[in-house]
Structures are given as structure tokens and as C-alpha cells.
């Protein structure tokens, strides 16, 4: 599962974690990419790995005309969410669910269109219609770390840091190289008052990654806290040139 186009702006409450599928024009057949939310957690795209089962990359088997409307229905609400359409995209993915109802990508990108849906009248009906869209996901997969992320992410915007922490450190644990998870969990755990639980973990990012702005600044200010000035100098001074 890569969080590699995951938006650092203001704007965007939910990472875009997008279930992606292309249309090979001409036949049924789907050609499904490694994408944001389809592979593994990882910076990398890693070697390949099996097909997902039809309820998770693809959609049912159906008839032609059918499954060519709901590719590309799909791929429209897709590149509506890349737009920060949300709107416009949660519709496209309703209309796909209509024609396939049992297609976890497109219930995934439902509620990661509706838990980004923040500046309208109905934002907190959306937010939890994104909330039940991410547990009936999780209820038949546990597993489905993508939408225990973004379920970590809506409690984290209503301000259950504990749910927020349970959320984000099953999804560090399910995938522990993906810094983007590590820089949250440690977030998390900052949250509840577990700040040495959370040093080690950003090392390990700021280690990997030294550009890491939002792990950098983090772990000099954790480390100021406790009183290790002589570690966190240097990471300030990183943090004003990035």
C-alpha cells in the first residue's frame, strides 16, 4: 500500500489514497496498475504481486456494456478526486456501486470522496456516511489497512485521539516501512502523551528520509521536550532550509 500521493495542504482532509483502474478499450479485460492504494505501504513499487480478487481491484463479472460503464465511471470519478472534485466524484462512484455493488475500490473511494467533502452545508452527514463506508469495508476485510487509515484519519478530525492512535498504529503495524504511517502513528501517540513511544519511530523516518519536513520538525520539538537540545538544534536548522 503506497501513501505516495498523499496531499500535505490544508484543503484536503484524507490522504488521496486512490483505487485506480484503466479501461484496455476494446475488451472486458481491466488492467490494474500498482497505484496510491493498491500496493503495498512501501516508498517503493515492489515486485509483483497477486491479482486482488474481483471485489477489491475489479468489478464483478458482468455483461460487456455494463462493466465498460462501470470502468468508466470508475476512472471518471478518479480523476474527479485528482481534481479535488469531491462532489463530483462521490456521485461518479455512486453510480458505479448502483451498477456493482459489491466493488470494495469503488466503496473505498466513495468514502474517501465523502470524508473529503468539508466545505458543504452536509459535511458532517458526509463525514459519517464516510465513517459507516470504511467500517463495512473493514468488517469483511480487517485487513484493508487503506480504509483503517482513513478511518484513523476521520477520528483524528473529530478528535478521538485514542481511536485516531488504535487506527494508525494497526496500519504502522500492518506496514512499518511506509514513513508517511510512521509519521502519523508517531503523531498519534504524541497525541495521547506517549512521546518517548514516538521518538524512536521518527528517527527511524527522519533516518530514511531526511527531508521529512513534518517528521523533522516533529522529532526536534520531541526532542527539546525531553531536554535533548543538542539533538533537536540541528533539526531545526534542517527544518528552516527545507
Not at 515486485?47 to 468489478?59: F, L, R, S, V
Not at 481511536?163 to 509519521?183: H, I, M, N, R, W
Request: aromatic letters at 8%; charged letters at 25%; one cysteine or more.
Amino acid at each position: 500500500m503506497v501513501y505516495e500521493t498523499i496531499r500535505h495542504d490544508s484543503t484536503c482532509l484524507a490522504p488521496a489514497i486512490l483505487l485506480t483502474v484503466s479501461i484496455l478499450v476494446g475488451c472486458q479485460q481491466t488492467d490494474v496498475p500498482p497505484s496510491a492504494s493498491e500496493a503495498k505501504p512501501a516508498a517503493a513499487q515492489a515486485e509483483a504481486e497477486p491479482a486482488a480478487p474481483p471485489t477489491e481491484a475489479q468489478p464483478v463479472a458482468a455483461d460487456p456494456q455494463t462493466l465498460r460503464e462501470s470502468l468508466a465511471e470508475f476512472n471518471r470519478g478518479a480523476a474527479l478526486m485528482e481534481r479535488y472534485q469531491y462532489s463530483d466524484a462521490a456521485a461518479a462512484f455512486t453510480k458505479v456501486l448502483q451498477r456493482q455493488p459489491d466493488w470494495t475500490a469503488a466503496q473505498f473511494n466513495l468514502a474517501l470522496a465523502q470524508l473529503n467533502m468539508m466545505g458543504q452545508s452536509d459535511a458532517k452527514d458526509n463525514l459519517e456516511t464516510a465513517r459507516g463506508g470504511f467500517e463495512a469495508i473493514l468488517a469483511k476485510d480487517p485487513k484493508h489497512l487503506h480504509a483503517r487509515f482513513s478511518l484513523g484519519m476521520y477520528f483524528q478530525h473529530v478528535g478521538n485521539m485514542e481511536k485516531t492512535l488504535e487506527c494508525f498504529q494497526a496500519v504502522y503495524e500492518g506496514d512499518p516501512d511506509d514513513l508517511y504511517v510512521g509519521d502519523k502513528y508517531a503523531e498519534a501517540l504524541r497525541n495521547v502523551g506517549r512521546q518517548q513511544d514516538a521518538i524512536p519511530i521518527l528517527e527511524k523516518v527522519v533516518e530514511r528520509d531526511p527531508g521529512f519536513v513534518s517528521a523533522v520538525y516533529q522529532l526536534a520539538t520531541m526532542y527539546t521536550r525531553a531536554s535533548k537540545r543538542d539533538q533537536a538544534l540541528p533539526l531545526f536548522k534542517r527544518f528552516e532550509k527545507l
